[in-house]
């Protein structure tokens, strides 16, 4: 008899807690945290129905490894591979970064050339592109009615698609995902295909697709809290740093493993200089992209722009005082395009796990990390670009404080 859903989720959630998983930019792994939620979200909703769905969030917030750990999960563990098999194909810019076409029941022979038809080519052009992929999932599904696997829900997850077809405009991912319905339906397979992507031009564009598509987006955000602070606490044993403030690790970082990892391995922990390189400067050259001569002559003339219209905003949806709010920001700025920040509200969204309550966090729009906030802060509060770390580091701690006093 197979176990009930509920059950085989907990087995995989508990196998899956059990893996180590690569930190791309150091030579060691660390413990695959949380995100029980986000896959009980996923096997009960993603994967109830047949169709395709978008999985988007903030870079480096630990999409790909999600779907690469349910891929092992469910393979190592056989009695939910019963009812699921799943491709995985894992883009980058360009290339192919990794192939994985989990089915069992079927001869090496058959993966192998199931294998050759998702060997996409970059350079086939956009048209080239999408009648390649939709053919790829054509033969998908011939294949598993062929073999009489068509009970099975088939996953085909389409990680990091933008990063590969940004070079042929994302205008593609709106052919490819108004396509497969198409084929999925015709065919009669259970099939859901999940479009992966980080950047929210991209998400903009899957979410375009017309009704008879059907999309959900779902957003996955960083780790929350606790499970952070374990990531932190696991690095920092192996990397041998006594004392590390995960409170102020929290409030610049907001729960993404990517950005820890870059501050240690390419920073030594050194918070103050990862500030001023990778956030300050980040920042205030997103600003300068906004210089028009027509409009703005310099960056502070952009600032300006920011906290005149943020401030009528905060008035206008009762935000209280301007203080660089995502909702009062709206992604101005070129915010979006840059990925400081990221909308988390779209059409028909869902999301797999309940967004942090934190000031870089607002229901339309958030900070992918809350240290872009705290710059943005900083520089509103003193009217200028030219903001120190110091300057920073009191604005995280002001507010913290007065928080603080507000709940005593
Ligand atoms: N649940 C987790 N527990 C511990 N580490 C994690 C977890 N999820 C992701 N990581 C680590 O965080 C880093 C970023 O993860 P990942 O590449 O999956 O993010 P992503 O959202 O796919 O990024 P991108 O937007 O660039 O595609 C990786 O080094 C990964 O090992
Ligand atoms: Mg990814």
């Known amino acids: 008899m197979i176990a009930p859903l509920q059950e085989r989720l907990k087995a995989l959630i508990d196998k899956v807690h059990g893996y180590e998983v690569r930190l791309e930019e150091m030579e060691f792994t660390v413990h695959f945290r949380d995100r029980e939620r986000e896959i009980e979200m996923l096997f009960t909703d993603v994967l109830g129905s047949r169709g395709i769905s978008l999985i988007y969030g903030p870079r480096g917030a630990g999409k790909s490894t999600l779907a690469e750990v349910i891929v092992r999960g469910t393979n190592e563990l ?11 194909l894992h883009l980058d810019e360009g290339i192919i970064k990794e192939l994985k076409i989990q089915i069992p029941n079927l001869s090496d022979d058959v993966i192998n050339q199931l294998k050759n038809v998702f060997n996409l080519d970059i350079n086939l052009g956009p048209i080239g592109f999408s009648i390649k992929l939709g053919n790829a999932i054509y033969v998908l599904a011939e294949v598993v009615k062929r073999y009489g696997l068509d009970d099975r829900m088939i996953v085909v997850f389409l990680d990091d698609v933008d990063k590969y077809v940004k070079r042929l405009g994302y205008d593609v991912l709106e052919a490819v995902a108004n396509a497969i319905p198409d084929i999925i339906r015709r065919e009669g397979v259970k099939m859901q295909v999940v479009f992966m992507v980080s950047d929210q031009a991209a998400a903009d564009v899957v979410n375009k697709v017309g009704p008879k598509g059907g999309l959900t987006p779902y957003l996955l955000w960083n780790l929350p ?24 690790l929290w409030n610049l970082l907001g729960g993404n493993v990517r950005e820890l990892e870059k501050l240690v391995s390419r ?55 301007f203080t660089g709010q995502p909702d009062a920001i709206e992604g101005a700025a070129k915010f979006l395009e840059n990925n400081v920040m990221i909308k988390t509200r779209m059409r ?59 709940s005593l």
């Open 348 to 406: 028909g969204i869902k999301y797999l796990f309940e967004l942090p309550r934190e000031p870089w966090v607002g229901s339309d729009f958030a900070y992918q990390i809350p240290a872009y906030y705290w710059v943005l802060r900083a520089m509103i509060e003193q009217g200028r670009v030219g903001v120190s770390v110091n300057d920073i580091l009191r604005t995280i701690n002001t507010s913290a404080n007065a928080s603080r006093g507000n």
């Open 78 to 88: 056989g009695k939910i591979n019963r009812n699921y098999a799943f491709v995985h």
């Open 225 to 248: 809290r606790r499970a952070f602070e374990e990531v932190i606490n696991e690095i920092s044993e192996k990397t041998g740093v006594e004392y590390v403030d995960t409170d102020l």
């Open 267 to 321: 920073y030594r922990w050194d918070v103050k200089t990862w500030l001023q390189d990778e956030v300050i400067n980040f920042i205030r050259d997103v600003l300068k992209a906004n210089i028009d001569l027509r409009t703005f002559k310099d960056v502070n003339e952009v600032l300006e722009a920011i906290i005149e219209k943020g401030r009528v905003a905060a008035r206008d949806y009762g935000l209280g005082e």
